[in-house]
Structure formats: structure tokens, C-alpha cells
């Protein structure tokens, strides 16, 4: 019986064949393909990436002078407050917003203070001209207490 079993085991030794890959490999394409349409979407948004990021930039350098304008007495911090709000409007259309009815928004109390640039822009996606308005709206906000040392 043991030489029968290592007989039988001796003759069914074969060698494995594998199969050989494709030449077309379908995941590869398809996963490339996404990675292109992925790539083509980031560039035709990136002006208005760009654009929204440097409207909060903005925004975020104006904040510490409304905190300053929020401590003076009322009269003076009113003409303060609008004084830079023109100014941040006047910065924002130079930085490239080209909307209209931007909209600059501060709010202030004791509390807190905010300020929020409303536009529109569109970006166009390359090669088909196709364009979509998006509408945007980045805002800061800070606290507004007095620091007392």
C-alpha cells in the first residue's frame, strides 16, 4: 500500500501553468480615466479656488481694524466701519471679484464681530465651454470682547 500511495503521488506531480495576464487591463483604464476627468475638473474650478481664497485673505486682514473701529465711542467707529468696508469692497473687485452685486457684510456688537464678502463666479470647464455660476459666500468671524491685562 506505500508503494502504491508513493507511486501515485510520483505520477501526479504536474506542472502549474498560469495564465498569462491581458494585454488590456480594464481597472487600469477606467482608474486612469477617473484620475484624467478628476485632474481636467480641478483645473477648469482652480480660478475660482483661487479666487475664493484670496477673498478670504482679504477678509481675514480687514478683521483686526473693524475689532479696533468696534472699541472707539459710536460716532466714530459707524464712520470707521464704513470707511473699511469701502476699502475692502474697492480691494475685492482689484483682486479679481467681477460680480456686480458683491455684497459686503459686517456685523458687530460686544460680542462677536463678522464680515462676509457675497459674490457669484463662474468657471468654465476646458474644451467644452460650458461654464457654471457658483455662488459664494466665505465669511470671518472673531471675538469681540475687550482684552483686559
Not at 467707529?77 to 469692497?89: G, Y
Request: no cysteine.
Amino acid at each position: 500500500m506505500t508503494a502504491t500511495a508513493t507511486a501515485g503521488y510520483a505520477g501526479a506531480e504536474v506542472a502549474t501553468r498560469y495564465k498569462q495576464p491581458s494585454s488590456f487591463n480594464g481597472v487600469s483604464v477606467a482608474l486612469l480615466l477617473l484620475v484624467a476627468a478628476t485632474a481636467w475638473g480641478v483645473v477648469s474650478a482652480w480660478p475660482v479656488i483661487a479666487l475664493n481664497s484670496g477673498v478670504k485673505n482679504e477678509l481675514g486682514e480687514v478683521i483686526p481694524l473693524i475689532y479696533r473701529a468696534n472699541l472707539r465711542v459710536e460716532p466714530g467707529a459707524s464712520e470707521e466701519v464704513a470707511r473699511v468696508q469701502q476699502d475692502l469692497t474697492a480691494r475685492l473687485h482689484a483682486l479679481g471679484v467681477t460680480d456686480t452685486k458683491l455684497v459686503v457684510d459686517i456685523q458687530r456688537n460686544e460680542k462677536r464681530i463678522s464680515v462676509e464678502a457675497r459674490y457669484h463666479a463662474t468657471a468654465t470647464l476646458k474644451g467644452l465651454d460650458k461654464s457654471h455660476t457658483f455662488e459664494l459666500h466665505p465669511r470671518i468671524e472673531t471675538d469681540a470682547t475687550r482684552v483686559e491685562w
